[in-house]
């Protein structure tokens, strides 16, 4: 079935740094999302993109649909303590004959004061 | 948005026994979904609730071992029957009006002993 794979798997960044990670599939997706999960939360959705190439932004927050469909990238500028947790891609696979998504594996992220 | 609340947050159980988790949404939603999270892992799909028909499953989920119900647009319950400690897990309830806004709950998390 469909997968998708997420990298880095973890990052350890000093406050203040910007952030990059990203999400791909080998299959096309028809939307991305991102979500973020604190401990012992559930995810919450930071952006949802819907179009080859849309950058969306959410604060100190943005995120673009790649252009071949296969892939999404996320970006944290300046990075800060709250930001710590697990970032969840998503995405419905363009084949999924009804409304569901499915989860990367995840990228963790620790700030360093 | 909808704020989605989860009963039980947490439960120890013995194997053989079934544990019924319930998820109260404040509006009225579409869409209900339950997911498993295995602790440091991502979200598997289990099922989509339905209003007023049986749920649909996922590949390697079924309707005997996670009975799911969907009286109306707010409430859903999912049992997880005949537990094992391989069904140990963090269960997550989300809703939205579509796929693509799901919220979620805070999650169960479940130890069978």
């Known amino acids: 079935g469909q997968q998708l794979n997420q990298s880095p798997q973890s990052m350890f960044i000093q406050e203040g740094e910007d952030v990059s990670m990203n999400c791909t599939s080998s299959?096309?997706?028809?939307?991305w999302l991102w979500y973020k999960q604190d401990p012992g939360e559930g995810p919450v959705l930071l952006i949802a993109?819907?179009?080859?190439?849309e950058l969306t932004s959410n604060g100190r927050l943005t995120a673009q649909f790649g252009i071949t469909r296969k892939d999404s990238f996320l970006n944290i500028s300046a990075s800060i303590p709250s930001d710590v947790g697990i970032y969840f891609c998503?995405?419905?696979?363009?084949?999924?004959?009804?409304?569901?998504?499915?989860f990367g594996p995840g990228t963790s992220l620790s700030v360093i004061p | 948005s909808a704020v989605i609340s989860q009963k039980p947050s947490r439960d120890i159980c013995q194997r053989g026994t079934s544990l019924t988790i319930q998820c109260q949404v404040d509006?009225?939603?579409?869409?209900m979904f339950w997911y498993r999270q295995q602790p440091g892992q991502s979200l598997t799909l289990i099922a989509t609730?339905?209003?007023?028909?049986?749920?649909?499953?996922e590949s390697g989920f079924v309707i005997d071992k996670f009975p799911i119900s969907r009286p109306n647009l707010t409430f859903s319950t999912l049992t997880v029957s005949n537990m094992s400690p391989e069904d140990s897990s963090i269960y997550l309830c989300?809703?939205?009006?579509?796929?693509?806004?799901?919220?979620f709950g805070p999650g169960t998390r479940l130890t069978v002993t």
């Open positions: 989300s809703a939205g009006g579509a796929y693509y806004e799901q919220y």
């Open positions: 299959s096309i997706f028809n939307t």
């Open positions: 993109l819907y179009k080859a190439g």
């Open positions: 998503a995405g419905q696979p363009k084949k999924t004959s009804y409304d569901k998504v499915i």
């Open positions: 509006s009225q939603v579409t869409m």
């Open positions: 609730a339905n209003q007023g028909s049986e749920a649909t499953y």
